[in-house]
Every structure is written in C-alpha cells, then in structure tokens.
C-alpha cells in the first residue's frame, strides 16, 4: 500500500509506504522519484488499485509505479461548441475505473487483472444552461457532462449526465473521487456537502447510470460538513464515509460509516466508529483527515498541524510520518475559500502487477 499527497494540480510533496511496499519498491517514503520514469512531469489526478491516472496539462497517462509502465491517452476532444460556445472547459472530477474482463472471479474463488478493461472519466464543472450549476426545474434535475475513454474503443466520447436531487444546491468546483465496485464516488455541495454522487460508467442505461446517496442520519450538517471536515474512501473494496470535526478544545469527533448492498439492490449506511480523538492542546483547531487506510479500516490519516500523521482508533495512538515545514500553510490552504488544495490518493498492490494494456488501434 502507498499514499500519495500533493497540492491540487501541483507538485506531489508526500510519499507514504507500507513495510511491503518499501520492499516492493525499493524506496524510502521520502524519496522525490517515484514518477519520473514519465517522459513528462504530472500532476496525479485519480488512482485504482495499483494505477494511476496523471496529466500533464491537456494530456493524460495511465501508468503503473511498479513496473514503471505507461500509456499516454489520445488527447481529449473539446466539448460540443453547441452547449459551450464561448467557455473555457474546466474539468472537476477525473475517474479511472477498470473492471475485470476474466470469467475467473472472486465467486469462483480466483480473480485476475491480466484481462481487464477501463474507462477514463473527466467530468466538466460546466452545467447544460444559461446560468451555470442552476438547477432546471423543480424537480431539480441536474446535468454535467462527462467525456469518457473507453479501452474498448480506444476513442473519447461525450455525454450529458442526468440526476435528481430532492433539494437544490451549488455542485462543487472540485473535489476528489473514489472508485469502488466499478462505481465512482464524490461528494456534491459547495459551502457545506448534501450528499454523494455515485456514477457508474460502465452502465449504458441512462436512468442507472448516476444517483445521488443521501448522507447517514447520524452524519451532521452545517460546519461540520465542510471540505476539511469529510472525507471518501474505499476500505476493502467498500466505500466509506467520514467526518471529522471539533467537539471540544482538546478533543475531536470521528465517525466513519460503510455504505452496505443488500440482495434487493437497496443500499444502507452502517456506523463503524464513533471515536472521540483527544489531541495535544498546542495542535488544536488545526487538523484535517486526509485519509481512510484501504486495508486497516481502524486507521485514518490525517494532517495534524505540520504532521502527516496516522491514527489507530482501536488504539487511540497518533504516528507522525513526515512533518512539513509549511505545513500549518497547507492547512490554511486547505480550507481557503472552500477549494480542495491537498488531495490523497492510495494504491494498493493486488497479488499480480497490473498490465497497462496498449490502446485498441495499436
């Protein structure tokens, strides 16, 4: 397991390496080349098990760190001038989501990524009307475009994307997605998150192919559902919800919830944790989870004043792994104007290496 941490569109200023990945690897959690076998500097936009998706400027990449190959993507096409006719295209969510192509699966007692086939997804902040994140009608509907790559086709392809919300709100400018089960997750609200958008796509049937999940009913609104204050992960496989907020001077709440399917097709949310954190008094009012641990779902990360920091909940134990020098800078960046400027990505080594498959015209 390996986390990356960086600016938002910028430098990467954090490795983290598990004991097996140091092995894997080779490197140290400080080492500043764990990408430049790319031809080119990037920026990480999203990651899926073992790969990552990175771009530099206009151009995308799928690459895996271990074996150090990679693929660069046919530049994405510019939206309809139709629906844009004088706009500058501004992506706000980027997904990489494979799915398995082998009829070996883990109901079978065997998986395998050897054979496997992946979409790109770039989602545009630009909405379908007059005014921009307006929402169309009363029901409130909402519509975003999505361009996708498809390794079947090996081409890009445009959709309008449709959800209904039974409140409106201002979608977010940015913010960072999760992959589980082949369904990509992030968080939707500006000032303050109303809920999650789950958006599936592999799924040709438009009515299926986006929903919107509403929080748990213990999950708090307001403050403390503010971009510093909650976080996505996936955990095994599963997605997962959590907050984390003040509760007094010296002590912070967190609560992660799981997202649970059941045989009908309903989904529930299910309490994992409730813990109390109980920090040092000079760092308090300065930390933000960054974090869930894909394999120990009893560990977050989390930045603790200038500390990238690991907590065991279990043990209510803080571990400091790399202190930044700016790093109180990061927090206030953090939470500067409600934009998301750090983002954490993990990838999570399956028992093989997986293959970065050559686009379909070649």
Same mark, same amino acid.
């Given at each position: 397991?390996?986390?990356?941490?960086?600016?938002?569109?910028?430098?990467?200023?954090?490795?983290?390496?598990?004991?097996? !990945?140091?092995? /894997?690897?080779?490197?140290?959690?400080? !080492?500043?080349?764990?990408?430049?076998?790319?031809?080119?500097?990037? +920026?990480?936009? +999203?990651?899926?098990?073992?790969?990552?998706?990175?771009?530099?400027?206009?151009?995308?990449?799928?690459?895996?760190?271990?074996?150090?190959?990679?693929?660069?993507?046919?530049?994405?096409?510019? %939206?309809?001038?139709? /629906?844009?006719?004088?706009?500058?295209?501004?992506?706000?969510?980027?997904?990489?989501?494979?799915?398995?192509?082998?009829?070996?699966?883990?109901? $079978?007692?065997?998986?395998?990524?050897?054979?496997?086939?992946?979409?790109?997804?770039?989602? =545009?902040?630009?909405? %379908?009307?007059?005014?921009?994140?307006?929402?169309?009608?009363?029901?409130?509907? *909402?519509?975003?475009?999505?361009?996708? *790559?498809?390794?079947?086709?090996?081409?890009?392809?445009?959709?309008?994307?449709?959800? =209904?919300?039974?409140?409106? *709100?201002?979608?977010?400018?940015?913010?960072?997605?999760?992959?589980?089960?082949?369904?990509?997750?992030?968080?939707?609200?500006?000032?303050?998150?109303?809920?999650?958008?789950?958006?599936?796509?592999?799924?040709?049937? !438009? !009515?299926?192919?986006?929903?919107?999940?509403?929080?748990?009913?213990?999950?708090?609104?307001?403050?403390?559902?503010?971009?510093?204050?909650?976080?996505?992960?996936? &955990?095994?496989?599963?997605?997962? $919800?959590?907050?984390?907020?003040?509760?007094?001077?010296?002590?912070?709440?967190?609560?992660?919830?799981?997202?649970?399917?059941?045989?009908?097709?309903?989904?529930?949310?299910?309490?994992?944790?409730?813990?109390?954190?109980? &920090?040092?008094?000079?760092?308090?009012?300065?930390?933000? /989870?960054?974090?869930?641990?894909?394999?120990?779902?009893?560990?977050?990360?989390?930045? $603790?004043?200038?500390? &990238?920091?690991?907590?065991?909940? %279990?043990?209510?134990?803080?571990?400091?792994? *790399?202190?930044?020098?700016?790093?109180?800078? %990061?927090?206030?960046?953090?939470?500067?104007?409600?934009?998301?400027?750090?983002?954490?990505?993990?990838?999570?080594?399956?028992?093989?290496?997986?293959?970065? $498959?050559?686009?379909?015209?070649?």
């Amino acid at each position: 397991m390996s986390y990356f941490c960086k600016y938002h569109c910028s430098k990467t200023f954090y490795h983290l390496f598990s004991e097996e !990945s140091k092995v /894997l690897h080779g490197k140290s959690s400080s !080492s500043p080349s764990y990408l430049e076998f790319l031809p080119k500097y990037v +920026a990480i936009m +999203a990651s899926v098990d073992d790969l990552l998706l990175v771009a530099h400027r206009c151009y995308y990449y799928i690459c895996n760190p271990l074996t150090k190959k990679w693929l660069e993507l046919p530049k994405p096409p510019q %939206l309809s001038k139709n /629906l844009y006719p004088e706009e500058e295209v501004i992506y706000t969510e980027f997904g990489l989501v494979c799915k398995s192509s082998s009829i070996c699966n883990k109901q $079978l007692g065997c998986s395998t990524n050897a054979d496997y086939k992946y979409k790109v997804v770039l989602i =545009s902040s630009l909405a %379908l009307f007059e005014e921009p994140f307006r929402e169309i009608d009363a029901a409130h509907v *909402f519509k975003f475009i999505a361009t996708i *790559f498809s390794s079947d086709t090996g081409r890009w392809r445009e959709y309008e994307i449709s959800y =209904s919300r039974k409140i409106s *709100f201002v979608p977010r400018e940015h913010t960072d997605v999760v992959v589980s089960n082949g369904i990509m997750y992030w968080l939707e609200g500006r000032l303050e998150f109303k809920g999650i958008v789950a958006f599936d796509p592999f799924n040709e049937i !438009s !009515s299926k192919q986006c929903c919107f999940i509403d929080f748990p009913a213990q999950f708090c609104r307001g403050w403390r559902a503010s971009e510093d204050k909650v976080c996505l992960g996936v &955990v095994r496989g599963q997605l997962r $919800l959590s907050q984390l907020f003040k509760a007094r001077k010296s002590c912070f709440v967190l609560r992660i919830w799981e997202l649970n399917h059941n045989n009908s097709g309903t989904a529930s949310w299910v309490l994992h944790h409730d813990a109390r954190l109980v &920090v040092d008094s000079e760092m308090t009012g300065k930390m933000v /989870l960054l974090a869930l641990h894909p394999i120990n779902g009893a560990v977050v990360f989390t930045l $603790l004043g200038d500390h &990238v920091c690991q907590y065991n909940i %279990l043990e209510r134990k803080f571990e400091s792994f *790399f202190q930044h020098k700016d790093g109180h800078i %990061l927090y206030r960046m953090k939470i500067a104007k409600n934009k998301k400027f750090i983002s954490a990505f993990t990838l999570v080594h399956p028992p093989w290496p997986t293959p970065i $498959l050559p686009l379909l015209s070649s």
